[in-house]
C-alpha cells in the first residue's frame, strides 16, 4: 500500500497538530483548558476519531504516544516533526533547524516526517538542504513526508499570504518530493486554486493557524478543500475551543461537504 493512504481517510486529510509549545511557548496554552498537558491531546484525539494524523516533537512523543498506538490505543499515525525554532526571533530572518533523525522518528513509531522551509528568509537554502536530505531517507525508509513551507523574512514581507507567494512554496514542495504540503489560505477559494495546482501531485493541507472564531475557521476550510486541498492541519483552534471534540467533529463535516 502506499504509505501516503495511511494519512487519508477517504481521500482527505485532518492532522492534529501538537507542535506550539516548541514554536510559540507556553503563551498557547491555558491552565483553564488543561492544554500544557499533552495527555489532554491524546485523549481528544481518541475521543474525537476524526484525525488522520498527530503531530509531536520528539520529546512529546518518546513520553505520551505509545509505540503501536494505531493499532493498540486507537490513535492517529504519528507525524514526528524533525526540525524547530523559538518564539524569540520573530524579527529575524528564521531559521528552523533539524533537531530529530529519521532513524528516532522509526524508533518512536512515526508514519511520517514533518518539517518546516521558511520561503523566503535568508538561511531558505540552508533549510532546503536538510529537508532535501531528510526527504530521500525517509522515502527510503517508506515514511510519509510532509513540508511546511512558510513564507518567512524580508524578501516576502507583506506578501506571507499572496496567491503567487504562497503557491510557490507549494511548487518547492512539488519539486523537493514532498507527499504534503502545509501552508497559510490566501482568503478566497479562487486564489487558493493556483496553489493547489502549483503544487501537481503533492497533496495541499492548509494550516489552522491562531485562534479564530468558528465561522471563519469553517469557512477557511470549506474554501481550501473546495478549491481542491486535501484537507487541514489543524492544532490551537480545536484544543483551545471549550468544546475540543465538538470543534473536531465540525472540522470534519467542513472538509468532507466541501469535496
Not at 18 to 24: L, R, V
Not at 85 to 111: M, N, W
Not at 134 to 161: C, F, N, Q, S
Amino acid at each position: 500500500m502506499d504509505p501516503v493512504q495511511k494519512f487519508l481517510k477517504d481521500g482527505k486529510a485532518i492532522f492534529f497538530a501538537y507542535d506550539q509549545g516548541f514554536e510559540h511557548g507556553p503563551a498557547d496554552f491555558s491552565d483553564e483548558l488543561e492544554n500544557y498537558d499533552p495527555a489532554k491531546i491524546i485523549e481528544i484525539a481518541k475521543e474525537a476519531g476524526i484525525f488522520t494524523a498527530i503531530i509531536f516533537h520528539e520529546g512529546i512523543a518518546q513520553k505520551y504516544y505509545p509505540i503501536g498506538g494505531l493499532d493498540a490505543q486507537n490513535l492517529p499515525p504519528l507525524l514526528l516533526k524533525l526540525n524547530g525554532k523559538t518564539a524569540f526571533h520573530k524579527d529575524e530572518e528564521p531559521y528552523s533547524p533539524q533537531l530529530c533523525s529519521v532513524d528516532e522518528a522509526i524508533r518512536l513509531g512515526a508514519s511520517g516526517v514533518g518539517y518546516t522551509i521558511y520561503i523566503g528568509s535568508e538561511y531558505e537554502a540552508k533549510m532546503m538542504e536538510e529537508f532535501s536530505r531528510i526527504e530521500d531517507e525517509a522515502h527510503e525508509k517508506e515514511l510519509v513526508v510532509t513540508m511546511w513551507a512558510y513564507p518567512r523574512g524580508k524578501h516576502v514581507a507583506g506578501k506571507e499570504t499572496d496567491k503567487e507567494t504562497v503557491a510557490y512554496g507549494t511548487r518547492i514542495a512539488l519539486e523537493m518530493g514532498a507527499d504534503f504540503v502545509k501552508v497559510p489560505y490566501t482568503g478566497d477559494p479562487e486564489s487558493f486554486s493556483w496553489v493547489v495546482k502549483s503544487a501537481g501531485k503533492t497533496r495541499v493541507l492548509i494550516q489552522g493557524g491562531s485562534k479564530k472564531t468558528e465561522d471563519e475557521l469553517l469557512q477557511e476550510i470549506k474554501g481550501a478543500v473546495g478549491a481542491g486541498a486535501s484537507g487541514v492541519a489543524i492544532g490551537r483552534n480545536i484544543w483551545q475551543s471549550p468544546d475540543p471534540v465538538g470543534m473536531a467533529k465540525k472540522v470534519k463535516e467542513a472538509v468532507y461537504s466541501a469535496s
